[in-house]
């Protein structure tokens, strides 16, 4: 499955790219402004870098939190946008509940969760 999953909940915004649950790439930014924008770039630039386009995509992944509101809702409104617009499934989960999903061993094939915090990042097969 080609996933792509973003993390807009903190101050750096990512973006990476998964296929049959293998990061393929990843882009993050520092967000101030214009975070909507600045994801949508992150998004097209991500997906120039390893050759796909937006209909390539299968299926969605986000991070839904611990967050600002306007950081969290506005990944939500890309992912749920994207979906509805294309049918592909999306699913999200908080920061803790990936992590104690993955360290739990409790992981169901074909949907992952990217997501970076300090200097690493996490693919979660969930």
């Known amino acids: ?36 924008n600045l994801l949508d770039l992150l998004i097209d630039s991500l ?29 939500w409104a890309t992912a749920a946008g994207w979906a509805q617009a294309t049918g592909i499934p999306v699913a999200g ?3 803790p509940i990936a992590q104690r999903r993955r360290l739990q061993g409790d992981a169901i094939g074909g949907v992952c969760c990217i997501h970076y915090r300090g200097d690493t990042f996490l693919l979660y097969d969930l």
Request: aromatic share 4%.
């Open 1 to 36: 499955m080609r996933t792509l999953a973003f993390d807009s909940t903190g101050p750096i915004l990512t973006v990476g790219a998964a296929q049959e649950e293998r990061i393929i790439g990843r882009k993050d930014a520092r967000a101030h402004r214009s975070r909507g």
């Open 47 to 75: 997906l120039d870098e390893i050759g796909w386009h937006r209909r390539d995509v299968e299926g969605l992944g986000l991070l839904t939190g611990p967050g600002s509101l306007t950081a969290t809702r506005l990944g």
């Open 93 to 95: 989960w908080t920061v």
